[in-house]
């Protein structure tokens, strides 16, 4: 399967797609104003100023015509150092619509499954969060808050799965997804087991009334 795949003019290795921020390859695809601005960018971000950045790329992308990909993914990447998660989510997959070939968006794809993954990450602390405070005499709408709680961060696990499974589709060879992919599916596993423990204890409520 992978000996059919397209090949691309240029491809980031393994340690470019685990580094943050790439640097452009070849700075024939883009015009000086948009050199200097990824530079911009750059230096800010080596200065933790990630808001100075951010209006580096967004400059950036309104004159680009070649090498969106790489735009939208640092872009991204500096959201998610914003904690604008969502916002950067929105980045990866415009990352993902813009890329030349499915070789390409194997990058965007990593991103976007470590975006989710953080969300996911925030969504099940608040579960244990909402948990420790329910008390044994809690009423049928507190596990009913619960549910939806537990639903949400199902459907996240799910969507970094498809992040995670795309990425091995590109490149069965990538590590990262197939490690990531087993906690994924425990983590679902786990969740659905409590779903279902949830629901009974709702049940319950509902029938001693």
Same mark, same amino acid.
């Given at each position: @399967?992978?000996?059919? @795949?397209?090949?691309?003019?240029?491809?980031?290795?393994?340690?470019?797609?685990?580094?943050?921020?790439? $640097?452009?390859?070849?700075?024939? %695809?883009?015009?000086?104003?948009?050199?200097i601005?990824?530079? %911009?960018?750059?230096?800010?971000? *080596?200065?933790?100023?990630?808001?100075?950045?951010?209006?580096?790329? =967004?400059?950036?992308?309104?004159?680009?015509?070649?090498?969106?990909?790489?735009l939208?993914i640092?872009?991204? &990447?500096?959201?998610? $150092?914003?904690?604008?998660? %969502?916002?950067?989510?929105?980045?990866? =997959?415009?990352?993902?619509?813009?890329?030349?070939?499915?070789?390409?968006?194997?990058?965007?794809?990593?991103? /976007?499954? @470590?975006?989710?993954?953080?969300?996911? =990450?925030?969504?099940?602390?608040?579960?244990? =969060?909402?948990?420790?405070?329910?008390?044994?005499?809690?009423?049928?709408?507190?596990?009913?808050k619960?549910?939806?709680?537990? /639903?949400?961060?199902?459907?996240?696990? %799910?969507?970094?799965? &498809?992040?995670?499974?795309?990425?091995?589709?590109? *490149?069965?060879?990538?590590?990262?997804?197939?490690?990531?992919?087993?906690?994924?599916?425990?983590?679902?596993?786990?969740?659905?087991?409590?779903?279902?423990? &949830? $629901?009974?204890?709702k049940?319950?409520?509902?029938?001693?009334?």
């Amino acid at each position: @399967m992978a000996n059919n @795949m397209p090949k691309t003019k240029k491809l980031p290795n393994k340690t470019e797609v685990e580094t943050p921020y790439m $640097r452009y390859h070849d700075i024939s %695809e883009l015009n000086i104003r948009i050199a200097i601005l990824c530079d %911009e960018a750059c230096m800010a971000i *080596n200065n933790k100023d990630y808001d100075v950045a951010l209006k580096s790329y =967004d400059l950036a992308l309104t004159v680009a015509k070649y090498g969106l990909p790489t735009l939208l993914i640092n872009k991204g &990447v500096t959201l998610m $150092r914003l904690k604008r998660l %969502e916002d950067a989510i929105e980045c990866y =997959d415009a990352a993902i619509d813009a890329a030349p070939d499915k070789d390409y968006s194997i990058i965007a794809w990593h991103y /976007k499954s @470590m975006g989710l993954g953080k969300i996911a =990450d925030t969504q099940i602390k608040e579960v244990k =969060d909402y948990v420790a405070k329910i008390s044994e005499d809690a009423p049928a709408s507190y596990y009913l808050k619960l549910e939806k709680m537990l /639903k949400c961060y199902k459907k996240t696990v %799910e969507n970094v799965t &498809v992040c995670l499974q795309n990425s091995l589709e590109i *490149n069965p060879r990538f590590k990262f997804p197939k490690e990531c992919l087993k906690t994924c599916r425990d983590a679902l596993k786990i969740t659905n087991s409590l779903l279902n423990t &949830v $629901r009974k204890c709702k049940s319950s409520i509902k029938n001693q009334k």
